[in-house]
């Protein structure tokens, strides 16, 4: 079964994946500092969920969060430009992979604390429809966030004052190597029908069904539905971050990482094309990825003297730290 | 000429506010009904939803402000407690105030975070006497400490129009001042005010403490003349305020209601020390190290700087030198 637009669908979850291939060469290159925490095998939630999200809804993402800003609709050029740190890139540099957001296409950002931005999205959803907006939004979160205080906090101002925020939880079935059966009391959405909440659980490495089971939500949420959770279950294909390149972490079977590689979303979207129609996609996601290093490499590093820009929305200006 | 106590102040500004900008709402614990006697009458003039009462879910309700100031509202949290701050510190520091530049400016978070009641209650013991400014001082969030009732007007207005997070420190021990008062207006954040002009000694006084320190200050009239500073905004400072006034007198002495390691009495010192030279040792009057507010009256005062603590500061430093 495809969705009304499978080429896109395909599209997305094609472009994260060579996307974050493409920047884990940069890291292994040194042209990204600090690594990033790779996307792979999870491209099918981020893709599936803003597929059913209209342009002016809002998102926010995590530390894991490549995808989600991707699939909102942001520049890979741009974005691979704030991974590299450069005066070009989305955030001007100062953000880099944690902290990546374009308010332009609805990211407030991804945030590098667990369950730290379900409550923000909750309030500014709740904003902009005060002001008669109609926007929904949606956040998403991993399952290590589930125990996180604030973000259940979050599903209480959000059912309490029914707020139109979709809870996405990518369970990708650890959190770091925490799995979850070690982690998580009860269930996922078990916390969710503790607030009233609607809990549909997905297979997330189909893009196709979490596209669908979002725009049902997205449906009812625009009805004047409150907010709802979806469980979009997945897999980590790559390491939590690069840093296991080089430190082996002693976590997960391989035979089970072997094993969920098989349940791949861009094989499983790519496959529901035409092989020429596949095979266009793929190119044209190669010519952008190629224009966005060539982009994000030969933009300028910021200049020193520029630290303490954007500080302060108001113009303050802080004292600097020299003697 | 009208008398307007230091909570109607807030309340005059807070019902200003929600006059003249329509994106300024209130959210907070029991604020409808006003508990803490702050938002008082603001439920019946403005409605429930421009006045919000929160759930007990400090940290959600903090970020939940968070995001309505990215999508353009400017909120304003009132918490019944110092200590909350604690709690929230993380969504205000790691949050609020970094969303501007970790965004490479994309956005601004103007959240105004009210407090009315910090410092000691006396009878209220450990957990809810904290005086944390010099926290957020310390991490760069413009924090105000009102002293007086317009000062309470002033700053909380501007706090409000402010693009950035404030957090508005109103003293317990100011909160039953009373002033004539003809103007309200708008105080400017990071400008400090002389409260009592002289010639031997500055003594820079946070909050409630201005009243300590002119009470002092008057005591010793005769003996010696005492300049009182009031920097009403902690962060950003009033360096140059402060810096024209020690320039004059060459001593200071600091009376802060915070703990004294880390203290702010502890950067205005230092500051000072490395601009203008000094005729004497600068002295501090604060809470003692990891202050933790004891139940019983008689300990809980013990804690706080007295007036006894200051007289003898500001006499210890005008003897030397």
Redesign the interface.
């Known amino acids: 079964m495809t969705g009304p637009d499978p080429v896109r669908l395909y599209r997305t979850v094609r472009l994260i994946r060579r996307f974050e291939e493409r920047a884990i060469e940069l890291v292994d290159a040194g042209e990204i500092v600090g690594g990033i925490h790779p996307y792979l095998g999870q491209e099918g939630v981020a893709a599936g969920v803003c597929a059913a999200l209209a342009a002016g809804d809002?998102v926010t993402g995590t530390h894991r969060g490549h995808g989600h800003v991707l699939a909102k609709g942001a520049d890979p050029a741009r974005m691979l430009a704030e991974l590299c740190g450069r005066v070009t890139?989305?955030?001007?540099?100062?953000?880099g992979s944690m902290?990546a957001?374009?308010?332009g296409v609805g990211v407030?950002?991804a945030?590098a604390?667990v369950g730290?931005a379900g409550?923000?999205?909750?309030?500014?959803?709740?904003?902009?429809r005060?002001?008669g907006d109609d926007v929904v939004g949606a956040t998403f979160f991993g399952d290590g966030a589930v125990n996180e205080?604030?973000l259940l906090?979050?599903f209480?101002?959000a059912a309490?004052w029914r707020v139109p925020v979709l809870f996405v939880c990518e369970n990708n079935g650890y959190a770091t190597t925490m799995p979850v059966e070690g982690a998580v009391a009860g269930t996922i959405a078990g916390r969710a029908a503790a607030f009233g909440m609607p809990a549909t659980a997905v297979d997330g490495q189909d893009p196709e069904q979490v596209r669908a089971v979002t725009a049902a939500a997205v449906a009812r949420m625009r009805a004047g539905g409150g907010p709802e959770l979806v469980e979009a279950r997945t897999y980590r294909f790559d390491a939590h971050h690069t840093f296991e390149h080089r430190v082996r972490l002693d976590y997960r079977p391989p035979e089970e990482v072997a094993a969920a590689r098989l349940r791949d979303p861009v094989l499983i979207q790519g496959d529901r094309l035409p092989a020429e129609v596949r095979a266009a996609v793929d190119a044209e996601v190669e010519a952008t990825l190629t224009a966005a290093v060539d982009f994000a490499l030969a933009g300028p590093a910021p200049d020193p003297a520029t630290a303490?820009?954007?500080?302060?929305?108001?113009?303050?200006t802080?004292r600097t730290g020299g003697g | 000429m009208p008398r307007l106590s230091y909570r109607r102040a807030l309340t005059r500004a807070l019902a200003d506010e929600m006059t003249r900008d329509e994106s300024v709402f209130l959210l907070g614990e029991d604020i409808r009904v006003a508990a803490a006697n702050v938002t008082t009458g603001l439920l019946k003039k403005f409605g429930p939803d421009r006045v919000l009462d929160t759930p007990l879910s400090e940290q959600a309700f903090t970020s939940f402000a968070t995001g309505a100031a990215l999508a353009g509202a400017r909120p304003v949290i009132e918490f019944q407690i110092p200590s909350l701050l604690f709690l929230v510190f993380e969504q205000i520091v790691n949050h609020a105030h970094k969303f501007p530049l970790m965004t490479g400016g994309q956005c601004a978070v103007p959240v105004t975070y009210l407090v009315p009641g910090s410092g000691s209650r006396t009878g209220w013991a450990g957990q809810h006497s904290d005086h944390p400014y010099g926290l957020f001082a310390h991490v760069g969030v413009t924090t105000v400490v009102p002293a007086t009732p317009a000062d309470a007007y002033g700053l909380l207005v501007s706090a409000i129009r402010c693009d950035d997070p404030v957090v508005v420190f109103a003293p317990a021990g100011a909160l039953d001042a009373r002033a004539d008062v003809t103007d309200l207006a708008p105080v400017p954040l990071g400008r400090g005010v002389v409260r009592r002009p002289g010639a031997d000694v500055t003594v820079v006084a946070v909050g409630h403490l201005v009243h300590d320190a002119l009470a002092v200050a008057e005591e010793l009239a005769g003996q010696v003349s005492v300049e009182v500073f009031d920097p009403r905004t902690l962060y950003p400072f009033d360096w140059d305020g402060l810096l024209d006034s020690v320039s004059r007198t060459g001593r200071l002495v600091v009376v802060d209601d915070s703990n004294r390691s880390c203290g702010i009495a502890g950067e205005i010192i230092a500051t000072v020390v490395e601009r203008v030279p000094l005729a004497a040792p600068p002295r501090r009057v604060t809470r003692p190290d990891g202050a933790v507010l004891p139940f019983a009256p008689a300990l809980d005062r013990a804690v706080q700087p007295g007036r006894d603590q200051l007289t003898a500061a500001i006499q210890l430093t005008c003897k030397d030198g």
């Open positions: 809002l890139g989305l955030n001007r540099g100062r953000g902290h957001a374009d308010f407030l950002g945030n604390i730290a409550a923000i999205l909750t309030g500014a959803v709740w904003a902009r005060r002001r205080g604030m906090e979050a209480n101002l309490l303490l820009d954007h500080l302060y929305a108001s113009g303050l802080a």
